[in-house]
């Protein structure tokens, strides 16, 4: 029986994994958004100031954020982001204003992807 | 190429615990459910190798989910005559009284061949020697021989027992490491086992094996020189 709990307390371990890993997905989702929507209004604005300080943000959060989701993500999904994510403040530091917002666009989606491919549903059960 | 062979002892290191879970009996003896834990291990470890994309937490989490729920699956069949019909079988008669039931050869996809290669490794060589043969849920034929092709015991000839311990020999010194436990088992104390080395004038770690039975037979076997200057 000395198994049975073992197990029982490895199945509570990786279900505590998944729901932690869900939780720090959805709040990179939300984070990602968050930043991406200030460079948006920034944009918008045309205030360069603002607009390379929030890039410098999100860039910075990205950076930490990689090296967490690495760990449970595929490797590609999070480099693909990490990519057009070194884009942006040269981008923004050059002014190229439809450049930045599709790849932070870009940037969005692919977020919004891995949240819905850790999301539990029958479709990615399935 | 460091990372995938870091990669690769931190999985052989995951997988070796996560069979020490598993236990014995699934290492012996396979169950279908156990064949297929067994398969899937081997594959979910497989990928993260190759695959330095994949994040280990990947392989090395549902290594520990099949284990987990072979190991829960293992007790609730314990616990269930009806969960241990409906995951591991029932045990089928194959062979009555000599005569193949070819019927239940059929259904469980038998040729004579298996049969036969299966008899064969119960000691027996002839169909018409087996009073009763069973299919076991792990596969394997177990036989029951009939009487007269069974090996003569002390029980037939009705000859008394001689005193021998029913304990077997065990091992007391492994390679010039005492086991302490074997000797309570045979219910020697360390000081004989001193003073019996004594007379064979070496030390426990000259020994490469002793052995020893409960009425204190021994037999020591010697390291060879080169293996005592190591």
């Keep these: 029986m000395k198994r049975f709990y073992i197990c029982l307390a490895v199945i509570a371990g990786i279900i505590g994994v998944c729901i932690f890993s869900m939780h720090r997905v959805s709040e990179m989702k939300d984070r990602v958004d968050t930043y991406a929507q200030a460079v948006f209004t920034a944009v918008e604005e045309e205030d360069y100031e603002k607009t390379l300080a929030s890039v410098r943000e999100l860039t910075t959060y990205w950076e930490e954020e990689h090296k967490v989701l690495v760990r449970y993500i595929r490797h590609a999904q999070v480099d693909d982001i990490s990519r057009s994510m070194f884009k942006l403040e040269s981008l923004a530091r050059y002014k190229a204003y439809h450049d930045l917002t599709a790849e932070l666009s870009s940037i969005v989606w692919q977020a919004n992807q891995i949240w819905d491919s850790e999301r539990i549903n029958v479709g990615n059960v399935m | ?230």
């Design chain 2, 1 to 230: 190429m460091s990372v995938v062979v870091l990669r690769t002892v931190v999985l052989y290191i995951a997988i070796v615990l996560a069979l020490r879970i598993m236990g014995k009996r699934q290492l012996g003896e396979l169950q279908p459910a156990e064949l297929v834990v067994t398969i899937l291990v081997s594959n979910i470890a497989t990928l993260s190798i190759e695959d330095t994309n994949i994040p280990l937490l990947g392989s090395i989490l549902p290594i520990f989910m099949l284990v987990s729920c072979e190991v829960l699956v293992s007790v609730i069949i314990l616990k269930s005559g009806y969960a241990r019909k409906m995951i591991s079988g029932n045990s089928r008669i194959l062979i009555r009284d000599g005569v193949l039931d070819q019927e239940e050869m059929r259904n469980l996809r038998w040729s004579i061949d298996d049969v036969t290669e299966q008899l064969r490794m119960n000691n027996i060589f002839d169909i018409r020697d087996v009073s009763f043969a069973i299919v076991e849920t792990s596969g394997y034929l177990s036989a029951y021989p009939k009487f007269s092709a069974r090996p003569v015991t002390a029980q037939m000839m009705n000859i008394p027992p001689n005193g021998e311990p029913d304990a077997p020999p065990m091992t007391v010194i492994n390679d010039g490491v005492l086991d302490r436990d074997a000797l309570t088992f045979l219910n020697l104390r360390e000081e004989w086992l001193y003073k019996i080395l004594e007379e064979e004038k070496v030390t426990v770690q000259d020994v490469f094996l002793m052995t020893c039975d409960r009425r204190a037979q021994y037999s020591i076997e010697v390291k060879s020189k080169r293996r005592r200057k190591q």
